[in-house]
């Protein structure tokens, strides 16, 4: 079945990074682009980007750009994504999910259909 | 970018009514690429709907989606208990692949 495993609670300073890993199992890893979401605490979902974890190329939101790297190592099937300079209102439950297979026309097209547990983040000083 | 409104922001209901939510997109979705996903607190968002009218794998008859263009629907025909939660709208025809705000659906 497919599953996505995510790493666990992180907490960090402002000013620092913070990596988050996604490991996916159950299907062929390479097929299916990845998404990551965000929910700050009593917020609603904010997407964060997605990565082709065929070629690696991304796309980020533009309140992310500059900040957001998107990553994967296909050999452990496990996708990352780290963000830099951390303020206070990056506080929040980061999910990774799985999006929409490569190539994909019509109603074939299925988004985030799996999705991880999520990874709490705080960001305090 | 596709900006996503919802409506209304809550609603107030019983079980075994029926639940009408509303989206509207800024601009006409390519493809009809809407989804509809409910959360409940604690938990991941679960897949509903995509391509405004396609049930996601092993949700229930009594949610559908309709709609096209900028203006979808997601109708809950007869809520069960377990259906109160909020619900998120998304585009995903162009990226960025942007959320609605959310719907809360309470008893």
């Known amino acids: 079945q497919v599953r996505l495993v995510q790493s666990g609670a992180e907490v960090r300073k402002p000013g620092a990074s913070v990596k988050v890993s996604c490991k996916a199992s159950g299907y062929t890893f390479t097929d299916y682009y990845i998404n990551w979401v965000r929910q700050a605490p009593g917020q609603g979902l904010e997407w964060m980007g997605w990565m082709n974890p065929s070629g690696g190329g991304t796309f980020s939101a533009p309140e992310f750009q500059g900040r957001v790297t998107m990553t994967r190592d296909a050999s452990l099937t496990t996708a990352y994504m780290e963000l830099s300079s951390l303020r206070s209102d990056d506080t929040a439950v980061y999910y990774c999910?799985?999006?929409?297979?490569?190539?994909?026309?019509?109603?074939?097209?299925?988004?985030?259909?799996?999705w991880g547990q999520g990874t709490p983040v705080a960001v305090s000083s | 970018e596709i900006v996503m409104t919802q409506s209304p922001v809550s609603l107030s209901l019983s079980p075994g009514e029926r639940a009408t939510l509303s989206c509207r997109a800024s601009?006409?979705?390519?493809?009809?690429?809407l989804g509809w996903y409910q959360q409940k607190p604690g938990q991941a968002p679960r897949l509903l709907i995509y391509g405004a009218s396609a049930r996601a794998a092993g949700i229930p008859d009594r949610f559908s989606g309709s709609g096209s263009g900028a203006d979808f629907t997601l109708t809950i025909s007869r809520l069960e208990p377990e259906d109160f939660a909020v619900y998120y709208c998304q585009q995903y025809g162009a990226s960025p692949f942007t959320f609605g705000p959310g719907a809360k659906v309470e008893i």
């Open positions: 999910a799985r999006g929409q297979k490569l190539y994909c026309s019509g109603n074939r097209c299925i988004p985030s259909d799996f």
């Open positions: 601009q006409s979705i390519n493809n009809n690429y």
